[in-house]
């Protein structure tokens, strides 16, 4: 099992960027997949990104690609999401989440899957 915190969400204009960060403990955090999930109040839980264990496949949801890029770095326990190109509509809390199975479209896609959450970070776009 891994913990996990996010770190790297604030308030920035539309056309502006963030860098969100999670940091995991636990010693196997290299065999997880790795997604980035946000919500909104009284909506569900929504994909974002998702990265496999080794970094070698990666999926984004539609409304979030050519702006958004997830990476990891498993020497540093580290996953990122940078956000370019930030729209109101990217306003949402941010959550990492770890995902033990095997790799997906039905695993990486839904947040029922996953094994583990970090408590969010907020990220607000103002317009």
């Known amino acids: 099992q891994v913990s996990l915190v996010e770190s790297g969400g604030g308030l920035v204009q539309a056309g502006g960027s963030l860098r969100l960060s999670c940091a995991a403990s636990?010693?196997?955090?290299?065999?997880?997949?790795m997604g980035w999930f946000r919500q909104v109040p009284g909506k569900e839980r929504e994909f974002v990104a998702a990265i496999r264990w080794n970094g070698g496949i990666i999926r984004y949801a539609d409304s979030v690609k050519g702006r958004f890029t997830i990476s990891r770095d498993n020497a540093k326990k580290m996953v990122y999401l940078q956000m370019n190109s930030l729209e109101p509509e990217d306003t949402a809390v941010y959550y990492c989440?770890?995902?033990?199975?095997?790799?997906?479209?039905?695993?990486?896609?839904?947040?029922?899957?996953?094994?583990?959450w970090g408590q969010g970070t907020q990220v607000t776009v103002s317009s």
């Open positions: 989440g770890a995902n033990s199975r095997t790799w997906s479209s039905g695993s990486y896609y839904s947040g029922n899957e996953y094994d583990c």
């Open positions: 636990g010693r196997t955090f290299s065999s997880y997949n």
